[in-house]
Every structure is written in C-alpha cells, then in structure tokens.
C-alpha cells in the first residue's frame, strides 16, 4: 500500500529565503508525482506534476524534483513571499487514477 | 482558464438527512473524482468515474453515498443518511484522461457539516 509522507508538518521561514518542501513516498512505481498548494477553507491547486520519466519540472519560482528510486521528491521556492504561506500537499496515483495524498507541510512566511 | 465549480460552498445538514453535493467538471474532461478531507486529516479518495460508471471506489465508499452524471455538464456526490463522521470537505476533481501526464484540477470544495 502506497504511504505519502511530508516532513515537516510546519514550516516558518522570513521573506526573501529559498526553501525546500519534502514528500517521501514508499512504492517507487509511480506514474507521475503531484504538488498542489492549499489555502486554509479552499480548495486544491495544482503546482507542477513531474512525470516519472522526468528529474525536474520548473514553473516560475518553484521547481520540483522527483527521484523515484530513493521515493522523494523536493518542491524547492525561490525568494519567498508572503503570498506563498499556504499548506503544500504532494500526491501520487495509485494505478493510473485515484491520488494518494501525503499530510501536507503547512509554510508561513515571515514578512 | 477553465475551472471545476463545487456548490454549495458549505452545507449545514441535520444527521439522517440525504444531501446531494454538486460539480461542473471542466468542460472536455472525461474522468471525474470524489475526494474527502476530514479537518487536520489528509484528502482521501472516494470514487472516480468515467463513461457513464464507476470505475473505482474506495472502502470509504459505502452503500450510503452514490454518484451520477444526470447531464453533460454535472457530477453529484449524494449520500443517502448522513452520520456525524460524514462531517468534512469534499473535493470534486477532473482531468481529460488518466495516463501519466494528466493532473488532475480540483475544485474549491463544499465543507459539509452534519450536526
């Protein structure tokens, strides 16, 4: 059974720094991996999908790894602000549909 | 660009009443999705559908709640009596095909509270 992990649960970084994200997933063979932010009472937006055959994905500020071997992947953000304080969930489908979630790092950014 | 629409935005609900949860998928979208998100829990698969049918399901969901396209354009979560521990955020979901270069665009939720 597929179990998605983020480590920390909560994150507090002062504006301007670049951080790093982590999911840790246990059954390597995923088709693709998904992060998606999260603002409190809302719903699910899609950041970036990086396919296994793909090492990163980029989209402005953030950038997603994926090491499928390891079962990791990274959502690095650049220079932070505080409109990027939010909860960050990664995903992966089991099979080819239904996404497992991880719990989510909640990240608040200090002004 | 285009979104999927979750109403209502928050339903309040007696325990034993039926509601019926609604979604406009994304317009060229063929696969559709029911996710759940207890408060302080992760987001947990319900159900997903294609063609016309359920193609997955999970043990979560019982014979208590059931899902329909009753048009073109929406997807219905319905659960039948509602309990307590129903009490959570539903998700609908879509993307225009499974394989792996799909993701899947959610909508913004309907929190759902059962007193």
């Known amino acids: 059974k597929q179990e998605v992990t983020q480590i920390p649960a909560a994150l507090s970084v002062p504006e301007g720094e670049n951080l790093v994200l982590n999911c840790s997933f246990t059954?390597?063979?995923?088709?693709?991996l998904q992060w998606f932010r999260q603002d409190p009472g809302k719903g699910l937006t899609s950041l970036l999908l990086?396919?296994?055959?793909?090492r990163e994905q980029t989209s402005g500020r953030l950038n997603a790894s994926l090491d499928k071997s390891s079962g990791r992947s990274t959502l690095y953000i650049a220079a932070s602000q505080p409109g990027d304080s939010a909860t960050y969930l990664c995903?992966?489908?089991?099979?080819?549909?239904?996404?497992?979630f991880g719990t989510g790092t909640r990240l608040t950014i200090i002004p | 660009e285009p979104e999927v629409t979750q109403t209502p935005s928050h339903q309040v609900t007696q325990m034993g009443q039926e509601v019926i949860l609604r979604c406009v998928p994304i317009s060229n979208h063929l696969y559709f999705y029911w996710y759940r998100q207890i408060l302080g829990q992760k987001v947990e698969f319900l159900v997903s559908f294609y063609n016309n049918e359920i193609s997955e399901k999970s043990e979560i969901f019982d014979d208590q709640f059931s899902v329909e396209r009753p048009d073109g354009s929406n997807f219905t979560l319905k659960i039948r009596s509602t309990k307590l521990e129903d009490s959570a955020m539903y998700f609908c979901?879509?993307?225009?095909?499974?394989?792996?270069?799909?993701?899947?665009?959610f909508g913004d939720g309907t929190r759902l509270s059962i007193l």
């Open positions: 979901a879509s993307s225009p095909w499974t394989g792996n270069n799909q993701p899947q665009h």
């Open positions: 990086i396919q296994s055959s793909q």
């Open positions: 059954d390597s063979a995923i088709y693709n």
């Open positions: 995903a992966v489908p089991i099979g080819n549909e239904k996404l497992t």
